[in-house]
């Protein structure tokens, strides 16, 4: 299970919260958000085997969601109108699809550790896959956000963070993803630009090490059983 304070979505997310040192987003982490999978939606809940999302292969999305949206309720950055609050769900749901169509092709499709010939990651045939899975969703996200945040230019809300971390990760993968989508451009511009204290996150070191979410190469090596696979992403 994801441990919080390893998360570098929950450390950006505890430091725009002036939630700064590691002693005290060590107590937040073992305190208020050790219970974070209490806040996880009812979208993204497994309800058996019929319905898990196997595609998740290490539940990292699903936990990660959830830790976010702890954090947003904690801190007040979690919309309380329903209409704003289905907002945020529809991106969560397209992130969670692309976020877990990147880890699927890069541990499964294009790397396989359980194959006796498949331990080469072919990288550009995991972007060639994605790239046109992405393609579709831009537009959408491009809708969702009002610009230059997802609820318009206001204090960014806890799916604004959300929406950076996943952006961030993706555009590690596949460099240039979103550089013809201009709302998105321009959210992850103004996003790294606004003001104290989310500024303080991106003059720290720990903003500029390792991924949000998910690292762009293979790294689960314990893999679901074949039997439970849902099989080829089309």
């Known amino acids: 299970m994801l441990e919080p304070q390893k998360s ?98 890069i541990n499964k499709i294009c790397y396989a550790p359980n194959s006796p010939d498949g331990n080469d990651y ?5 972007r060639s896959r994605f790239v046109t899975k992405f393609d579709q969703k831009v537009p959408q996200l491009e809708e ?29 993968f596949l460099p240039g993803a979103f550089e013809k989508a201009p709302k998105i451009s321009n959210f992850m511009q103004k996003f790294r630009a606004y003001r104290s204290p989310i500024r303080r996150w991106f003059k720290s070191n720990d903003s500029k090490v390792g991924a949000y979410i998910r690292p762009a190469v293979p790294t689960i090596t314990t893999l679901l059983p074949e039997a439970s696979m849902p099989g080829d992403i089309h």
């Open 8 to 105: 570098k979505l929950c450390r950006m997310m505890l430091t725009s919260r002036m939630i700064l040192s590691p002693e005290q987003q060590k107590h937040v982490c073992e305190g208020d958000l050790a219970n974070y999978m209490d806040y996880c939606p009812e979208w993204l809940k497994s309800q058996g085997d019929e319905n898990k999302n196997w595609m998740d292969l290490d539940n990292m999305m699903t936990e990660t969601v959830s830790l976010c949206r702890a954090i947003g309720r904690k801190y007040f950055i979690m919309p309380d109108d329903p209409d704003q609050l289905e907002r945020c769900e529809t991106i969560e749901k397209i992130l969670v699809m692309l976020m877990n169509t990147m880890v699927y092709l």
């Open 144 to 172: 969702l956000i009002t610009g230059p945040f997802i609820m318009g230019d206001s204090l960014p809300v806890y799916a604004d963070y959300l929406l950076y971390a996943c952006l961030f990760d993706i555009n590690v």
């Open 122 to 126: 072919d990288a550009t045939y995991a």
